[in-house]
């Protein structure tokens, strides 16, 4: 919240508790931070890596570099792919089940391609910026209908990539043989890119939300920006999780990690 101003906060468990439709919560890096994963905004701390991520993760450099492109996502994947649920992932699903107990609508938007709320058993889920453990086909006429078509990763066999990483050795679509991509929103692309962005799904939450919570989030992305706005224009109660505390004016402020504040929440509504 900026200087000089003030707003009432209302305890969390209080808002939530009172919120009569769809309550909407939002994850971005934050939440898996306790899990182990580290952020994927900002400057590479890689020395292998000198450009940005804003660079390096667009379908432009991918179309440039293939194997660059995949070598890059490796690197980073690789520390995801191994990563568990934390308790912050685990207070979700308990959250969810809360609003089912009480007939409230619930829907969980994630900025991360981790996969953990999935891992932890969220199911009203949205996985806005795509998923690690996918690839799908780069080709625009593709047999097996890509665009839409995506493989889980553990499918596909990357062995050769992974023992000589040249463009010639990048992992092709089994269905078409066109180079295979990651299942994740680029840079370069936009929202409704893909069908399991659920795009449409965030809209509509966006404009019906009783409730916001953001967790982890640096609201740095359009989806961010466009809940926000959506919850500011209808007077809609916005929360953050965020021990950093870079909430901004009108959002109530929690400075905690989400691992415990999340838990926290629960154990109120509880109570
Ligand atoms: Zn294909």
Redesign the pocket.
Known sequence: MLPGMSSPSPSLADAVRSTDGLLLVVTGAGISLASGIPTFRGTDKDAVWKRDVTELGTNRFFQAEPAGSWSWYLSRFDKVLGAKPNPGHTALVDLERWAKEQGREFLLVTQNIDGLHKEAGSTELVEVHGSAQRVR?S?RR???G?PKGSLPRASVDISAFRANPVDENVPK?P??G?LLRQHVLWFDEFYNEHADYQWERVLDASERARLVLFVGTSFAVGVTELVTTAARHRHVPIFSIDPAGRAAAGISLIAEPSEVALPALVAALRA
Request: charged residues 10%.
């Open positions: 086909c080709g593709c047999v097996n890509a679509c269905a078409c066109e």
